[in-house]
């Protein structure tokens, strides 16, 4: 029992340590519902563009910045939409922080 154990905690170890490393300075495209981290999730004191991508029944929250992500956010201010999303991915703390290089409307 004691080696299951040891197993399933080492196991759950070296799953969370792959998982902070895959996004961590990494090229990502993402697609998902794009909104503002202010008006639409009321969770940041200033405006903030946010990508939120479905994964099954996880929804996983991308945090948007640089001035690409700053220029489109009158398309997502006070409304949500379809977006897509490349750009470096880095882990923040809890957030994931995406510096935009390109984003659209999706079609």
Do not use: P, W
Request: proline share 0%; net charge positive.
């Amino acid at each position: 029992m004691k080696n299951s154990l040891k197993f399933a905690v080492a196991a759950a170890l070296a799953f969370s340590t792959f998982s902070l490393s895959a996004a961590d300075g990494k090229d990502v495209k993402l697609s998902g519902e794009g909104k503002c981290a202010k008006c639409a999730l009321k969770e940041a004191k200033e405006c903030q563009n946010v990508v939120q991508v479905k994964n099954g029944d996880k929804t996983t929250t991308y945090y948007l910045k640089g001035d690409v992500s700053q220029k489109f956010h009158k398309n997502l201010c006070g409304d949500t939409a379809k977006i897509n999303v490349e750009g470096n991915c880095v882990k923040d703390g809890e957030k994931l922080v995406v510096t935009v290089a390109k984003i659209e409307l999706a079609k």
